[in-house]
């Protein structure tokens, strides 16, 4: 399985830009690469996902290098409500898990990012 | 609307039960997931399905049973067996690989506790 480490925490001011990094030093070669956004008890959403070099989307930016072994999620300008936890998911789309084997849908720990004024 | 329902919101019991979470959703997805969440920890996945009377273990299925009859439902219970059941569950629905992306809708999450 993938696993993933991402920093614990992060702090930034309102209107900065934001990189949080994921690393996934032995991704394989099926795996993509998905960010979550989670507020407090309420499920993940989706942010962006990708496979290599970049994504962008009208939330934030994925870039990926060409080794895949880590990736950084970009939120150009954060506001208050950006204050949540953001997890990097490393994983496989349904049909390519092959059947009886265990999952390859891993999150990692999460990158709780606090926002102020 | 279409999403993902998980009820109850809450849910308690006592050590010794079996408790069963429900979960049902009108996206027409083929794909069901049940993850844990425990306080300031990531998402492990209990079960997948990735299709009706299909389903697979995840990373911690021990103590878990699902069933998947439908389509649209996708409970699951927890077993006396599961020593630590006490946990937010979170139930999600993925859309239909295509060969580009993939992503999986998440319910509202149930937070059991069990004493």
């Known amino acids: 399985l993938a696993k993933t480490t991402q920093p614990i925490s992060m702090d930034s001011y309102e209107g900065q830009e934001v990189n949080i990094t994921c690393s996934h030093n032995?991704?394989?070669?099926?795996?993509?690469i998905t960010w979550y956004q989670q507020f407090p008890s309420q499920g993940p959403r989706f942010i962006i996902q990708g496979y290599k070099t970049k994504v962008t989307n009208e939330v934030a930016s994925l870039f990926i290098p060409a080794d895949r072994k880590s990736s950084t999620l970009s939120l150009p300008r954060v506001s208050l409500s950006d204050t949540a936890v953001y997890y990097c998911?490393?994983?496989?789309?349904?049909?390519?898990?092959?059947?009886?084997?265990?999952?390859?849908?891993?999150f990692g720990t999460g990158t709780r990012l606090q926002v102020t004024l | 609307d279409g999403g993902i329902t998980q009820s109850p919101k809450y849910l308690f019991r006592k050590e010794g039960q079996n408790v069963t979470l429900s979960c049902e959703q009108n996206l027409n997805h083929d794909a069901m997931y049940w993850y844990r969440q425990d306080p300031g920890q990531g998402l492990r996945l209990i079960y997948y399905s990735q299709i009706v009377n299909d389903f697979q273990k995840g990373d911690i299925a021990e103590g878990y049973s699902v069933s998947r009859e439908k389509k649209e439902s996708f409970p699951l219970t927890v077993t006396s067996a599961q020593k630590n059941p006490t946990a937010f569950y979170l139930c999600?629905?993925?859309?239909?690989?295509?060969?580009?992306?993939?992503?999986?809708?998440f319910g509202p999450g149930t937070r059991l506790t069990v004493t």
């Open positions: 998911l490393v994983g496989v789309p349904l049909p390519l898990i092959n059947t009886g084997t265990a999952s390859k849908l891993t």
């Open positions: 999600a629905s993925s859309t239909p690989w295509t060969g580009g992306s993939y992503e999986q809708y």
């Open positions: 032995n991704i394989a070669t099926n795996d993509y």
